[in-house]
């Protein structure tokens, strides 16, 4: 049998190797939502502006309407030879409201249709990423502001460098997400056009109003190009680079979990809830979410760049390629949310062991930049030669075995003379981060400071 939407010039049905490449049923039923909301606002516009009665209008919107709720109760049998979401739903209404169904249609296509359906979807996934990213900030800001005094060691080449706070570094990651944001919500703006009413590829004869629709479905206008609109996917492209930045920087908080949380560095331990045991060896506690928040960014950049490559040379305007945009896309939204999801889990719980942390900061000679900024400050020496003889002295504390705090005025004296006992005072961790107050540094102040003003952007300042 031919197919019922289209089939009228076929004499015979598809074959089975056919429908299978063909159909994309098994995937965009995820789309039914979106789908049903573009056609009732599609039969609105038709009857408003005289293409549809006011019975058809009502017949098809109570039967849409049937059909999202047979979806949502698990009722409805979707059919592989009726393709996709689109002709299942429309073969559905047809069962239920006769031929009025197949007015529906008038003035639109698929191609107008799936572009419609995705922006809607890509854009609802928008809103729930960025709702789950201010969520996760705020995770962090809280963080923040209890370690706002905790010191830890800060790396640069994963060597110790120079002692930072704990709050400082979460802080940084308060960044990165606000910029993703940023990005998500940049992307929303550009997707948010309507594409409904391009019709195939080239518009309509009809008299359709695509303000109506546009306005309809919370669009801001129609897009301006009926080639361009079902054609382009870059909504979608945009999206998913900027989830792939995002799963980029979730990437390097999930590694930093995984290493503070080792018996070797020990800064923090990971809750039971988050953690997972080995079936051999009894002593271990595995950090398996952070870890698959670590790996997730290796199908979402796969997504974009499966996408980038299929949408690469298309010819305009719509092409079946362009099917291949959902199952990509909806894994790498899908991923991005639940590694969200897990990482604000895996940080609301976790503890922090401040001891471990202090003690690891304080080794590794972590204050040899106070003793050359002193130098510089104190002694009026170039900064040069300051770093030079600090080298010295960092030297000659390895050869003591000890640290720098552990050498006493004469050691520092026979490296140079110019230093005095004042120098004590810059040895200790505390005062290297407390006098790192230029704007953007670690000192404590500063770090709440920098959470009292993300509580503002966020909007939970009391
Ligand atoms: N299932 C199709 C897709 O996802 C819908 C559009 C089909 N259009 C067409 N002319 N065959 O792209």
Redesign the pocket.
């Known amino acids: 049998m031919s197919n019922r939407m289209w089939g009228g010039r076929f004499s015979s049905g598809p074959d089975a190797i056919m429908e299978e490449i063909n159909a994309?049923i098994g995937f965009?039923h995820r789309l039914y939502r979106q789908d049903i909301a573009g056609s009732i606002a599609h039969a609105q516009m038709l009857a408003e502006t005289g293409i549809l009665t006011q019975a058809d209008r009502d017949a098809i919107i109570a039967g849409l309407e049937q059909v999202r709720g047979e979806i949502e109760s698990q009722t409805f049998t979707f059919s592989r030879a009726l393709?996709?979401i689109?002709m299942n739903v429309e073969s559905r209404l047809k069962d239920l409201i006769g031929d009025a169904a197949g007015r529906l249609h008038t003035a639109r296509s698929?191609?107008d249709q799936?572009a419609t359906d995705f922006r809607l979807y890509v854009r609802d996934a928008i809103d729930t990423i960025v709702a789950q990213l201010k969520t996760l900030q705020l995770a962090f800001v809280d963080r923040a502001e209890a370690e706002a005094a905790t010191i830890m060691p800060g790396f640069t080449h994963l060597q110790s460098a120079q002692p930072v706070t704990f709050g400082h570094h979460l802080l940084a990651y308060v960044e990165m997400l606000g910029r993703d944001v940023g990005r998500f919500e940049d992307a929303r703006k550009r997707l948010n056009e309507s594409p409904l009413g391009s019709a195939a590829l080239a518009g309509t004869s009809f008299p359709i109003d695509r303000e109506m629709t546009a306005t309809a479905m919370g669009f801001d206008r129609p897009t301006a190009n009926s080639l361009d609109a079902v054609s382009d996917r870059d909504f979608v492209l945009e999206t998913l680079a900027a989830a792939s930045i995002c799963a980029v920087h979730l990437s390097r908080f999930a590694e930093e979990l995984v290493i503070w949380s080792s018996a070797q560095f020990g800064f923090i331990r990971l809750s039971d809830k988050f953690s997972t045991g080995s079936s051999i060896m009894p002593q271990k506690r595995n950090p398996d979410a952070a870890e698959l928040v670590r790996a997730k960014i290796g199908r979402i950049l796969g997504a974009l760049t499966s996408l980038l490559v299929v949408m690469k040379g298309l010819p305009l305007a719509?092409s079946?390629d362009?099917?291949e945009d959902?199952e990509v896309s909806f894994d790498a939204l899908d991923s991005l949310s639940l590694s969200l999801a897990a990482m604000t889990g895996m940080l609301g719980d976790l503890t922090v062991n401040r001891d471990k942390m202090h003690a690891a900061a304080a080794s590794g000679f972590s204050t040899a930049t106070d003793i050359a900024d002193w130098l510089v400050r104190e002694a009026n020496i170039p900064f040069r030669d300051a770093h030079h003889i600090t080298g010295q002295v960092v030297a000659l504390a390895e050869k003591k075995g000890c640290g720098l705090d552990g050498l006493t005025i004469e050691d520092f004296k026979t490296v140079d003379e110019r230093i005095d006992s004042r120098i004590h005072k810059v040895l200790s961790v505390e005062n290297s981060v407390k006098s790192r107050k230029s704007y953007g540094g670690t000192a404590p102040d500063n770090v709440l400071a920098q959470v009292a003003r993300w509580r503002q952007i966020l909007g939970t300042a009391e």
């Open positions: 994309s965009d393709e996709d689109h698929r191609n799936v719509y079946k362009m099917q959902k």
